[in-house]
C-alpha cells in the first residue's frame, strides 16, 4: 500500500486517476459544483448541500460495530458504496472512523481464548478443560491489535470501487503543534489532490486524556477527546463544506429519544441549545449527543455545514450519505440562517390545531366562511389576473415550460367567476357533511351506537402550474372541517400566494385562519412525504409524473390520485355518425392536457373504410390532432401513421393514437389491459351493448355516447373536486366532499360491560336499527 502511495505521488494527477485508480470519466460529466465557496459562511439551507464539494463523513462506535465487539461489515460496504461513489462524482471525501477498539477487542479476545485453550490442553488433557475467562482487556492494546485490520477492510473495500484509500493517525498534539499541523494539513491536500480517500482515526494506542481546560472553548481550541472533536476540528482545518455525522439515532431531539413527546429536530441553529434536554451517552461511543451537537456547532461557527443523521437503521443506512448531499431531509441540519416564517412542521402543527377549531363549527358557519371565499374571488379579481399575469410572463420568459402546462397556469375572469359558482355550490352541500349521522342501531336496551362522519385530519395536496386547484381544494376541506397544506409550484406563486391570502381571510371570520396553510419554503415534495406522523393523506394533482414520483416517495402516508389518465373512446359498429364525431372531438380536443383528455381512440373493425371512419379522420386532421396508429390499425393501412410505440401513452396533448378491435368485448379486454382505469367511453345506438360495455368495464368513470371531459367533480354537481382517484378502496372518481371525510364510532351506554352480554350475563344483544331523521347531526 505505501509503496503504491508513493507511486502515485509522483505522477501527474491526470496520468494517475487513468492508470492508477480509474474513475469514469461519466460520472465526473454528471457533477455540476458551483464556483467554489468562500470558506468561513456555512450552507443556509438543505438544498444548497448539493454544492458541497468536500466532505467530512464521520462514523461514530455505534455506525461501525456490531454488538459492542466486531464490525458491522454490511452498514461498512454500504457506507464505502455511498462514499466511493460522491468521490468519483468529482467531490472530495474524507472518513473520520471510529471501531478500531472494538475490532482490536474482538481479535484479542480470540487470540487469548486460543491461547488458554492450547495451554490447558497441554498441562490437563483434551478432555479436563478448566472454564476459561477473559481478562478485562486495556482499550489502547485494543487499538493497537485493531487499528491495521480495520485500515485492511477499508482498503479491501474501497479497492472494489477503483478508489485509494490512505491511513492518517493523530493525536490531540498534532492540532496544537503548529508544524505538525501544517504537515497534517499539508498530507490531506495532497491525497485529496491525487483523488485519494484519507481514512483518519485518533491514535488510541498513544493518544493522552482530554485537557478538560481546553475543551470546546472557540475556534481555536478544540479537544480531541473522541471522534465528533476530531471530525469537527478536521472539518475546519480542511475548510469542509460538509461534515456528516452519522450516529446510532435519528438525529437531534428535543428531549432524549424514546421518551414520551421526544420529537426530531429537523434543523438546529446556535442558541437553541437551551430548549434540548440530553440524555445518556452512546452504548459505545466516548461522545453523547451533547458531545455531538458541541461539535457540530464548533465546526458550524468554523464555516462548515453539519448534518447528523442516523448511520445504522437498515431502512436508511443504504442511502444515507447520498441522500444529506442531495439535500433531502434527513437526520438534523445545523444552519447559522434561521427563517423568517415557519417550518413545514410548524405549519402542520398550526393546521391541525386550527383544523380541529374548524371542525367544530356549525355547519352555517363553514358554509358562510365558503361563501365569503366566493365573493372575494370576484371581488379581488383585478389583483388575482394582475398577480396571474406576472406568474404567465415569467413563464414564457423561461420556456421552461410547455404550452399545456401555460394554458393550466392562465386564469380568467370566466374562470373565476366559474370558480365562484362551484363554491357557492359546495357550501350548501357543506350544511350536512361534518357530523352526519350515517347509522344508528340499538345494541341492548340503553346501548346505542352511532356512526358519524369526521374529517380525515391534514391533507397535504401537491399541485402544478394550476392556481385555480387552491380555492377550489380550500373549500372542500373548509367544508369537510380538514386541516391543510398546499404546495403549489413555483411557477405560479404569485397567483397562488394571493388566492391563500384571500382564503386566510374567510378563514379568519370565526378565527381559524390557521388552518390552511400554503408552504412556500425550499421544502422538497419528497421532503413532505416523510411527514409521516403529521399528515394523513397526500392528494398530488398534477402530470402523471408528478403522481407517481409521490406515491413512490410517501413513506407510510396514503396517496389519493390516479398515476395516469389514458382515457379511451370506443366506437362501436351501431355508432351514429353524429354523435361520434361530437364526442371524439370533444373528448381530445376541448383541453388536451386534461386527465379526463381521450388518449387512445378504439374503431370497430367493421367502420373501416366507410363514411364515419373517414369523417373522423377528416375532424382530427382539421383540428390538428397527430395521429398514431396501433398494430392492427397499422397492419390495414399501405401507408400508416407513426406506430406507437405504447398502448398505455398519455399525451396530454394534441395527439392520439387509433387502434381497430373485433367487437365491443375486444374493447372492453383493450381498456383493461391497457386504460388506467379513469374513464372510458363507448358510442353506440345499440342499448344492449351499451349496458354490457358499462356494467363490464372496470374504472372509475365509463359514460354512454358522451365525451369523456365529463369526468370532473364540477360537473358532477360537487361543487368543486380535490383530485380523480383511480383506487379501489375510498373515494373513487371525482372525489368532492365525500371523498375527505371518514367515520368514526360513538356508543352512549349507562355503564355497560361486555361481562354483561356473556352466557351468564343478565343482558342480550339487540342490534335493532334506529331510524336517522332528516338532516341528522350528532
Known amino acids: 500500500m505505501f509503496a503504491r502511495l508513493a507511486l502515485c505521488s509522483r505522477l501527474p494527477s491526470r496520468i494517475w486517476r487513468s492508470n492508477v485508480c480509474p474513475v469514469p470519466i461519466r460520472a465526473f460529466s454528471q457533477a455540476k459544483f458551483s464556483l467554489p465557496r468562500p470558506h468561513g459562511k456555512s450552507f443556509a439551507h438543505r438544498s444548497q448541500l448539493k454544492q458541497a464539494k468536500r466532505i467530512v463523513v464521520k462514523l461514530g462506535s455505534a455506525v461501525v460495530t456490531r454488538d459492542e465487539c466486531g464490525l458491522a461489515l454490511g452498514r461498512l460496504a454500504s457506507i464505502v458504496e455511498q462514499v466511493a461513489m460522491l468521490q468519483n462524482q468529482g467531490r472530495e471525501m474524507m472518513i473520520v472512523t471510529s471501531g478500531a477498539v472494538a475490532f482490536g477487542k474482538q481479535r484479542l479476545r480470540h487470540e487469548i481464548l486460543l491461547s488458554q485453550s492450547v495451554r490447558q490442553a497441554l498441562h490437563s ?30 482498503e479491501a473495500m474501497f479497492t472494489q470501487y477503483s478508489t485509494c484509500t490512505a491511513q492518517i493517525l ?51 481550541v478544540i479537544s480531541i477527546k473522541d471522534n465528533d472533536s476530531l471530525a469537527a476540528r478536521l472539518a475546519v482545518e480542511m475548510k469542509a463544506d460538509l461534515l456528516i455525522a452519522l450516529s446510532d439515532v435519528e438525529g437531534l431531539y428535543d428531549s432524549p429519544p424514546g ?36 461539535a457540530a456547532l464548533w465546526a458550524l461557527q468554523g464555516g462548515t455545514s453539519v448534518v447528523i443523521a442516523n448511520g445504522t437503521n437498515p431502512k436508511v443506512t443504504g442511502h ?53 371565499l366566493a ?54 352541500s357543506s ?25 380525515i385530519g391534514v391533507l397535504l395536496v401537491i399541485f402544478e402550474s394550476r392556481p385555480d386547484c387552491l380555492p377550489q381544494v380550500s373549500a372542500l376541506a373548509i367544508a369537510s372541517g380538514n386541516a391543510l397544506l398546499l404546495k403549489g409550484g413555483k411557477e405560479a406563486s404569485n397567483t397562488n400566494k394571493i388566492l391563500h391570502q384571500l382564503t386566510q381571510e374567510a378563514l379568519s371570520l370565526h378565527g381559524v385562519s390557521d388552518a390552511i396553510q400554503l408552504v412556500s419554503t425550499r421544502e422538497e415534495v419528497e421532503d413532505l412525504c416523510r411527514l409521516d406522523k403529521m399528515i394523513d393523506l397526500i392528494i398530488p394533482r398534477g402530470s402523471s409524473q408528478l403522481v407517481r414520483d409521490i406515491q413512490r416517495a410517501a413513506k407510510g402516508i396514503p396517496v389519493l390520485g390516479h398515476s395516469e389518465g389514458v382515457c379511451h373512446v370506443y366506437i362501436d359498429s351501431d355508432a351514429s355518425i353524429d354523435k361520434a364525431i361530437s364526442v371524439v372531438r370533444d373528448s381530445k380536443c376541448d383541453y388536451p392536457a386534461a386527465c379526463n383528455a381521450m388518449e387512445t381512440l378504439l374503431i370497430h373493425r367493421d367502420l373501416l373504410r366507410t363514411p364515419i371512419f373517414d369523417q373522423l379522420i377528416d375532424m ?5 390532432v397527430k395521429i398514431h396508429a396501433g398494430p392492427r390499425f397499422a397492419s390495414y393501412l399501405t401507408f400508416s401513421p407513426s406506430e406507437v410505440k405504447s398502448l398505455r401513452t398519455e399525451y396530454g396533448d394534441l395527439e392520439c393514437c387509433i387502434e381497430v378491435v373485433d367487437s365491443m368485448q375486444e374493447a372492453v379486454d383493450h381498456i383493461h389491459k391497457y386504460g388506467s382505469s379513469h374513464t372510458d367511453v363507448i358510442i353506440t345506438e345499440n342499448e344492449e351493448t351499451a349496458e354490457q360495455f358499462l356494467q363490464q368495464v372496470d374504472s372509475a368513470c365509463v359514460f354512454w355516447n358522451s365525451s369523456s371531459r365529463f369526468a370532473d367533480g364540477y360537473r358532477f354537481g360537487l361543487g368543486a373536486e380535490v383530485g380523480i382517484s383511480t383506487a379501489r378502496i375510498h373515494a373513487r372518481g371525482p372525489v368532492g366532499l365525500e371523498g375527505l371525510l371518514t367515520t368514526k364510532w360513538v356508543l ?31
Open 431 to 455: 350544511r350536512d357533511s361534518v357530523g352526519r349521522v350515517l347509522r344508528r342501531t340499538r345494541v341492548a336496551n340503553n346501548l346505542e351506537l352511532e356512526q358519524i362522519t369526521v374529517p
Open 170 to 220: 493523530v493525536t490531540n498534539l498534532d492540532f496544537h503543534d503548529e508544524q505538525k499541523r501544517r504537515n497534517l494539513n499539508s498530507t490531506l491536500h495532497e491525497l485529496l489532490r491525487m483523488n485519494i480517500v484519507p481514512i483518519i482515526n485518533t491514535n488510541d494506542a498513544v493518544v493522552p486524556p482530554p485537557v478538560p481546560s481546553s475543551d470546546l472553548q472557540g475556534v481555536n
Open 620 to 624: 382530427l386532421r382539421t383540428e390538428h
Open 125 to 154: 488433557g483434551q478432555n479436563q478443560l478448566k472454564e476459561m475467562s477473559v481478562p478485562v482487556l486495556e482499550a489502547r492494546a485494543c487499538a493497537a491489535a485493531g487499528q491495521s485490520g480495520l485500515m485492511a477492510l477499508y
Open 259 to 294: 421518551t414520551d413527546d421526544a420529537k426530531l429536530i429537523d434543523i438546529f441553529y446556535p442558541g437553541d441549545q437551551q430548549s434540548i434536554t440530553y440524555g445518556t451517552k452512546s452504548r459505545v461511543g466516548l461522545g453523547g449527543m451533547e458531545a455531538k451537537v458541541k
Open 748 to 778: 352512549r351506554g349507562e355503564g355497560h360491560t361486555v361481562a354483561d352480554f356473556s352466557e351468564q350475563g343478565s343482558m342480550k344483544y339487540l342490534h335493532e336499527n334506529i331510524p336517522i331523521p332528516q338532516g341528522s347531526f350528532s
Open 320 to 372: 444515507v450519505i447520498t441522500d444529506i448531499v442531495e439535500g433531502k431531509k434527513v437526520g438534523t441540519f445545523f444552519s447559522e440562517v434561521k427563517p423568517a416564517g415557519p417550518t413545514v412542521e410548524q405549519q402542520t402543527e398550526m393546521a391541525r390545531h386550527a383544523g380541529r377549531t374548524l371542525a367544530s363549527l356549525d355547519p352555517e358557519q363553514r358554509e358562510e366562511i365558503i361563501c365569503c
Open 375 to 428: 365573493e372575494l374571488l370576484t371581488e379581488k379579481k383585478d389583483e388575482i389576473l394582475s398577480a396571474n399575469r406576472r406568474d404567465m410572463e415569467l413563464a414564457t420568459a423561461s420556456g421552461r415550460l410547455s404550452q399545456p402546462l401555460i394554458n393550466r397556469l392562465s386564469l380568467s375572469t370566466a374562470k373565476l367567476n366559474s370558480l365562484a359558482i362551484g363554491l357557492r355550490q359546495l357550501a350548501v
